[in-house]
């Protein structure tokens, strides 16, 4: 077990670069499954996520290694197709596995994904849509297991615009016979460079980036190699960092446009933002105002950023307004951050954000890996010291984070509990 301690350092300044995306590489792992050849993933971040996700690969026995930040992952003609659940239980997105495996392997049998602590998160949709394609599902005994004797391109209309499912049929669809059309398909970015993923293994795809993916079915796919998309989360998170210390930060690494409605929405707070090719800088010149959010599907504002926003307007002057819509438990955070002196108050899926003069320091304990983040945020300009505890939920998505913020000036530093 361990915390992290932060000490209150004034502002923030200098450049730090992101990540391959968290939420891009674990689907691309699950996807390697499918390939005839070797695939090769460059720009992946160390994170424990990745590292679950090479456990869950290694073991249905395929061979991987991880080094450097890239990926080798080998093709294997026969595998253990069984999540157990102590993987699952682990990381949810290792549900992502089972499009792939009934795609080529025609069976699976994967733990079903428990409570998670940011809210319910149902995989209904995955289900249905691959029954949808002629797989044969049940539940037993806390697993899901599925069996085709092959799968047929299929309409597929999605209630909401769910991120795993979309990816999950996605994945199944690029072998199955004939066309699968997705409707109302998550549009994140991620979901786009699993696009590009399968198209360089040969997949037959067009919409990435709609509402609609069209996909054609392939009989078979080869290896491929290929560099993972920047994380808009993390840097997202470091802009957040500059703006809440009312520094001065530049994020490269990513692609600014997946940040769009984060930089105006930042931008209408009062913080500065200045947009190049690959990088963005932040800074705050007249303080930072109250404002109304809403977190919602890409391109929407993600709600992977909301806990971090809600610790940048804390200390806004004036009041803000946030409604989280994506999921429901997001607001666990709000008695860890009021912890440390914010006046925030919630109502089912609303919080009304009261800007304070200041923070002071204070034990915290990381509700999940988004929420862990902010606490760490609110600690850099909390006076005195914030321990924050279970670190275990940051270092599942954010590489070297305290060693990051330390490099922009922060003063953070890990301890055994
Ligand atoms: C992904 C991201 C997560 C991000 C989320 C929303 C990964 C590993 N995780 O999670 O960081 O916060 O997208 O952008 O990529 N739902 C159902 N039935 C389903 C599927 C989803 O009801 O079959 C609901 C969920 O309970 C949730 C909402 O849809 O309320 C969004 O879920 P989804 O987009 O699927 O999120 P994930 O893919 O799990």
Redesign the pocket.
């Known amino acids: 077990m361990e915390k992290l301690i932060i000490n209150d350092g004034g502002r923030l300044s200098g450049t730090v670069r992101a990540g391959g995306a968290?939420?891009s590489v674990?689907?691309l792992m699950a996807a390697a499954l499918m390939a005839g050849g070797p695939c090769v993933i460059h720009n992946v971040p160390d994170i424990s996520?990745v590292h679950s996700m090479v456990e869950v690969l290694s073991y249905m026995g395929l061979p991987v290694t991880f080094d450097r930040g890239t990926l080798d992952i080998a093709p294997a003609d026969d595998i253990r197709c069984e999540v157990p659940y102590h993987l699952v239980q682990r990381m949810?997105?290792s549900v992502?596995v089972l499009g792939p495996l009934i795609a080529r392997y025609r069976r699976a049998r994967v733990a079903m994904p428990g409570g998670c602590n940011?809210?319910?998160?149902?995989?209904?949709?995955?289900?249905?849509g691959l029954n949808q394609l002629g797989a044969r599902l049940g539940v037993s005994h806390g697993f899901v297991e599925a069996e085709a004797e092959g799968l047929t391109g299929a309409h597929i209309h999605l209630?909401?615009?769910?991120?795993?499912?979309t990816?999950n049929l996605l994945m199944a669809g690029v072998l199955a016979e004939g066309r699968t059309v997705i409707e109302n398909a998550?549009k994140?970015p991620?979901v786009t460079d699993l696009v590009d993923f399968l198209t360089g293994m040969g997949a037959r795809i067009s919409g990435g980036g709609t509402s609609t993916l069209v996909i054609d079915g392939v009989d078979s796919l080869s290896g491929v190699e290929h560099t993972v998309i920047g994380d808009r989360?993390e840097a997202g998170t470091f802009l957040l960092a500059g703006a809440i210390t009312r520094g001065e930060v530049e994020v490269t690494g990513f692609n600014p446009g997946h940040l769009e409605i984060v930089i105006d929405k930042m931008g209408e707070a009062g913080c500065r933002l200045d947009v190049g090719e690959d990088r963005i800088s932040v800074s705050v010149p007249h303080g930072v105002s109250g404002i109304e959010l809403s977190t919602l599907?890409?391109p929407g504002f993600?709600?992977?950023l909301q806990p971090q926003m809600l610790v940048l307007l804390c200390t806004a002057g004036g009041t803000s307004f946030v409604t989280e819509n994506?999921?429901?438990n997001r607001f666990m955070v709000v008695d860890e951050i009021n912890r440390l002196g914010a006046d925030i108050k919630t109502k089912n899926h609303h919080a009304i954000v009261k800007g304070v003069p200041s923070l002071s320091g204070a034990p915290v304990s990381a509700p999940d890996l988004?929420a862990g983040a902010a606490l760490v945020l609110a600690g850099l300009i909390a006076e005195g010291t914030t321990e924050v505890y279970q670190v275990q939920f940051i270092d599942r998505g954010y590489e070297r984070f305290e060693e990051k913020l330390n490099s922009l000036g922060a003063h953070v530093r890990r301890t055994t509990v």
């Open positions: 968290k939420n674990l689907k996520d949810r997105a992502e940011i809210g319910t998160r149902q995989i209904d949709m995955h289900l249905k209630d909401f615009a769910s991120m795993g499912a990816e998550a994140e991620e989360i599907p890409y993600p709600t992977d994506l999921f429901e988004r």
